[in-house]
Nanobody, 124 residues
Framework: QVQLVESGGGLVQPGGSLRLSCAASQRLSIYSMAWFRQAPGKEREFVAG????????DYADSVKGRFTISRDHAKNTVSLQMNSLKPGDTAVYYCAQGSIGYRIPRPSSEYTYWGQGTQVTVSS
């Protein structure tokens, strides 16, 4: 069973930046990976995803141009660089392992393994 551990969350002022990391207990190189987030009282939503080789990415419209997803096969990590953060970005952020290959699914039901989440709070 794959274990995913997120880190890098915290409190940041509007306009600030954070970098989230997701470390895996096993090789992730053949799987697409994604970040989701869930705010209080809301459903979990897709934020960003990356294909197995990093050649394709997908972003929710709400974060496009501000967030960047990347992966490092050698370190077995996936990262999410978040810039120009807004209060609406406040949520628990989760990393998830998806399907084999190039597909980057958006429904959370298509992801097999999940991390425990890391809190991101954007507030002045």
């Amino acid at each position: 069973q794959v274990q995913l551990v997120e880190s890098g969350g915290g409190l940041v002022q509007p306009g600030g930046s954070l970098r989230l990391s997701c470390a895996a207990s096993q090789r992730l190189s053949i799987y697409s990976m994604a970040w989701f987030r869930q705010a209080p009282g809301k459903e979990r939503e897709f934020v960003a995803g990356i294909s197995w080789n990093g050649g394709s990415t997908d972003y929710a419209d709400s974060v496009k141009g501000r967030f960047t997803i990347s992966r490092d096969h050698a370190k077995n990590t996936v990262s999410l660089q978040m810039n120009s953060l807004k209060p609406g970005d406040t949520a628990v952020y989760y990393c998830a392992q998806g399907s084999i290959g190039y597909r980057i699914p958006r429904p959370s039901s298509e992801y097999t393994y999940w991390g425990q989440g890391t809190q991101v709070t954007v507030s002045s």
